[in-house]
C-alpha cells in the first residue's frame, strides 16, 4: 500500500491543474502560488520516495511527466493570458515542449532501440522555468521581488532553454533523421 504514495502524489498534482489555473485566471495569487507550491513539493517528495524506496512504477513513468508537463503549460498558458508573462516567452516555453513531445514520438516510432530517458539539461531548464513562475507568481501576490531578478533569472531559462533544445536535437534529432526513409 504504501508503494502507492508516489503515484497518488501524482496524480493529486494533476488534478491541482485545474484550480491553479481557475485561482491565475481569477487572480487569487496567493492561492495559486499556495497550490503551485505544494505542486512543487508533491513533485520532489514522489520522486524521492519513489528512489529511495524502490517505489517506481510504470504508472508513474509515464503520469510523472505528464503531471509535471500539464502543471507547467496550464501555469504558462494562463499567466500569458492575464498578461503576466509576454506571448513570445509563452510561446517559447510551449514551442520546445511540442518539439521534445514531437521527437519523442517520433524517436518511439522510429528507432528500436529508444529509451527516454531524462537529460540533466532539461531537468536544469525545468527548474529554472518553475523558479521563474513562482518568482512570478510571489509578485503578483504583492511580494518584494526585483525587477532584475525577474529579468536575470528569465535570461537564464532562455540560454538553457536554447541549450536543451539543441542537446534534443542532437539526441534523438539526428538519430531520426538518419532513419527517416
Known amino acids: 500500500m504504501l508503494s502507492n504514495i508516489p503515484n497518488i502524489l501524482t496524480v493529486l498534482r494533476l488534478l491541482s491543474v485545474y484550480p491553479l489555473i481557475i485561482f491565475i485566471l481569477e487572480e487569487q495569487f496567493f492561492l495559486a502560488l499556495g497550490i503551485f507550491f505544494l505542486a512543487g513539493i508533491s513533485d520532489l517528495l514522489d520522486g524521492f520516495l519513489a528512489r529511495k524506496f524502490s517505489w517506481q512504477s510504470r504508472f508513474g513513468q509515464i503520469a510523472d511527466p505528464v503531471a509535471d508537463k500539464t502543471l507547467v503549460v496550464a501555469t504558462i498558458i494562463s499567466l500569458g493570458s492575464i498578461d503576466l508573462i509576454e506571448n513570445w516567452f509563452m510561446f517559447m516555453v510551449l514551442g520546445r515542449d511540442l518539439l521534445i ?39 503578483a501576490v504583492g511580494f518584494l521581488v526585483t525587477d532584475i531578478a ?32
Do not use: C, E, H
Open 150 to 181: 525577474i529579468y536575470w533569472i528569465s535570461i537564464l531559462f532562455i540560454f538553457t532553454n536554447t541549450l536543451s533544445l539543441i542537446v534534443y536535437f542532437i539526441d534523438p534529432g539526428m538519430k531520426i533523421f538518419r532513419n527517416i526513409k
Open 101 to 139: 513531445i514531437v521527437g519523442v514520438v517520433l524517436a518511439n516510432y522510429l528507432l528500436s532501440d529508444y529509451q527516454v530517458t531524462p537529460n540533466y539539461l532539461g531537468k536544469l531548464n525545468t527548474t529554472i522555468l518553475l523558479l521563474l513562475v513562482g518568482i512570478i507568481l510571489i509578485d
